[in-house]
Nanobody, 116 residues
Framework: QVQLVESGGGLVQPGGSLRLSCAASGFTFSMYFMSWYRQAPGKERELVAR????????TYADSMKGRFTISRDNAKNMVYLQMNSLKPEDTAVYYCNAVLSYNNHWGQGTQVTVSS
């Protein structure tokens, strides 16, 4: 079955950096776009970034452009989110996502808290 396992979240001060990782299994990883979403308390889940199957094309939400970088390693079935210049408003649970045959698959999420 499809499994997505996120890691790398934590508490970081404003202006700091974190690198999130997502380990994927149960499907042919290299064939699918992968995405990161986030959900802050009381808010809807929103797209953070998306990467094409081969990694050559990326898309970012406007508020993340220039600060976040999505990447993937198809040999390791991993997708990453490098987050720099973090702000308190980046505080959220971050989720890894894959859409397979029109079905959304999610990891359990990893908490990112940006606070001094």
């Amino acid at each position: 079955q499809v499994q997505l396992v996120e890691s790398g979240g934590g508490l970081v001060q404003p202006g700091g950096s974190l690198r999130l990782s997502c380990a994927a299994s149960g499907f042919t990883f290299s064939m699918y776009f992968m995405s990161w979403y986030r959900q802050a308390p009381g808010k809807e889940r929103e797209l953070v970034a998306r990467i094409s199957s081969g990694g050559s094309s990326t898309t970012y939400a406007d508020s993340m452009k220039g600060r976040f970088t999505i990447s993937r390693d198809n040999a390791k079935n991993m997708v990453y989110l490098q987050m720099n210049s973090l702000k308190p408003e980046d505080t959220a649970v971050y989720y890894c996502n894959a859409v397979l045959s029109y079905n959304n698959h999610w990891g359990q999420g990893t908490q990112v808290t940006v606070s001094s």
